[in-house]
């Protein structure tokens, strides 16, 4: 008998915890999408930067690449960008404008429980990244005809490696911002900069400086694992799996640094 009303006291507290977390990724989205013009540099900056890149490139082709067009490499490569920005750029100014305000210290005090918050922005950023996702990847097929992934589980693997690794440098970016003021162009600089040495603009070539630069660095190897299920050229592997495990690294090293230097309260008496 005891056994019995055990498991139904489980039961019942499984269900209530996914009801505070439902309840809060909804909270999480209404504030997201009701910010219309944070919604829209968010969201719209990828969408819009695919349009005109994709408009301009026509038929240019990379030699170097397989002679694939230019197009087919913007696809991927902004699906991995729809997936930092949210992960890494809007999570990181998120939560600096929250600590400095003081709200992450009024929700942790607040009878909600720690793990409920944190795990609610955490889906609501993966739900923000997922809509770039699909829409970067809606306008590639239907506007400028660039297949879909060849290997879907390839393609998810890299989805699920990035968001989680993204997002936990986004953490880690936010503790190392001393202000609200600051957050967005420290965060902002960092992440451009990155973007550009990386290859987000125009394809590296493989042995050049620029390459071997950014090979130290998450981003290029995020976008090349992205790219690799759409299977550009034939005869490269569908598992980018040296890039996953860079970013994976990066991502590990940066939970490691969220979990030391994490703040819930204002750095400003």
Excluded at 132 to 160: C, T
Excluded at 237 to 249: G, K, Q, T
Aim: aromatic share 14%; glycine share 6%.
């Amino acid at each position: 008998m005891s056994e019995r009303t055990d498991t139904s006291a489980h039961r019942s507290f499984a269900v209530a915890d996914v009801r505070l977390v439902t309840h809060q990724v909804r909270y999480e989205q209404m504030a997201f999408w009701i910010n219309r013009i944070g919604a829209v540099f968010t969201v719209g900056f990828s969408v819009i930067f695919l349009v005109m890149l994709g408009a301009s490139a026509g038929n240019s082709r990379i030699s170097y690449l397989g002679n694939i067009k230019l197009v087919q490499y913007y696809v991927p490569a902004f699906v991995a960008y729809g997936v930092m920005s949210a992960c890494f750029q809007m999570l990181a100014i998120n939560l600096v404008i929250r600590r400095e305000t003081g709200l992450l210290k009024r929700l942790r005090l607040s009878p909600l429980p720690t793990w409920v918050l944190l795990v609610s922005i955490f889906v609501s950023t993966m739900i923000v990244a997922l809509v770039q996702v699909v829409l970067l990847l809606a306008i590639g097929r239907y506007g400028y005809a660039v297949p879909f992934p060849q290997s879907w589980a390839a393609f998810v693997v890299v989805l699920i490696v990035g968001i989680v690794s993204f997002s936990a440098m986004g953490v880690a970016m936010s503790t190392l911002v001393p202000n609200q003021e600051s957050a967005g162009p420290v965060t902002s600089v960092v992440f451009f900069v990155l973007l550009f040495l990386s290859g987000l603009w125009f394809p590296l070539k493989a042995n050049s400086g620029l390459a071997k630069f950014s090979n130290y660095f998450p981003v290029h190897h995020f976008i090349e694992a992205v790219a690799a299920p759409f299977n550009l050229q034939p005869g490269v592997s569908v598992w980018a799996w040296h890039d996953l495990l860079v970013v994976a690294i990066w991502g590990v090293a940066a939970f490691v640094v969220a979990l030391r230097k994490f703040r819930w309260a204002p750095r400003r008496s």
